[in-house]
């Protein structure tokens, strides 16, 4: 069996003396995308964000590829093929998109190569190219944060909460790209709470509450026996 992209073994993490992540073991398998789902409070961005090296775990490990990443910073772990698409999209609100996706070569990545990239998976930003960023839709701008991600040719690509704030229809449009971006190879995991969304283009699905990743299997397999705890009105 090959190595897993990411392997979390054991993790915990805590707010002062709330611990949130208590004992959290998740494998993701290289080009696969794996849905982490589960209710507000479960722990899952908290978990990504120690995954990203943005928070300080308490203990356990974390493996990117087989190798222990567990005191890497955010700046180490990107070069290595790490990307975060954060909760909230953050892009720059007064630069144009052409200048967003331009900030990227300034990580070497050649400007043209930037704009091929974002331009074929997202063709609506071609035509937004002068608009100013915070000017664009809610479902634009998650467009150019997955697009400033991609351009850094990430082999393992975290996608919190990508459906917030956007309409139903825009959702199935985000993951069609997210589809589209797996069948090139990229590993992705999704923390989301739009689960039959995100089950839909899962190859794998995990479940978490309490701080604990409860359950994990095929899709069709945890819709059936998790419904309970992950669906909570968001299908």
Known sequence: MSVPILEVVDLTAAYGRI????????????????????????????????????????GGDIHLGGVNVRKAAPEDLARIGLCTVPEGRSVFPNLTVEENLQLMSYAGVPAGAVLETAFSYFPRLHERRKQYAGTMSGGEQQMLAMSRALASDPALLLLDELSMGLAPLIVEE??????????????????????????????????????????????????????????????
């Open 19 to 58: 611990e949130v992540l208590r004992g959290v073991n998740l494998s993701v398998p290289k080009g696969a995308v794996m849905a982490l789902l589960g209710p507000n409070g479960a722990g899952k961005s908290t978990l990504v964000q120690c995954i990203a090296g943005a928070k300080e775990h308490t």
């Open 174 to 235: 985000l993951y069609d790209t997210v589809g589209r971006i797996a069948e090139s190879g990229v590993s992705i995991l999704c923390i989301e709470q739009f689960a039959r969304t995100a089950l839909r283009v899962s190859d794998y699905a995990a479940v978490m509450t309490g701080g604990r990743v409860v359950a994990s299997g095929e899709p069709a397999e945890i819709l059936e026996t998790m419904s309970d705890v992950i669906l909570g009105g968001a299908a």
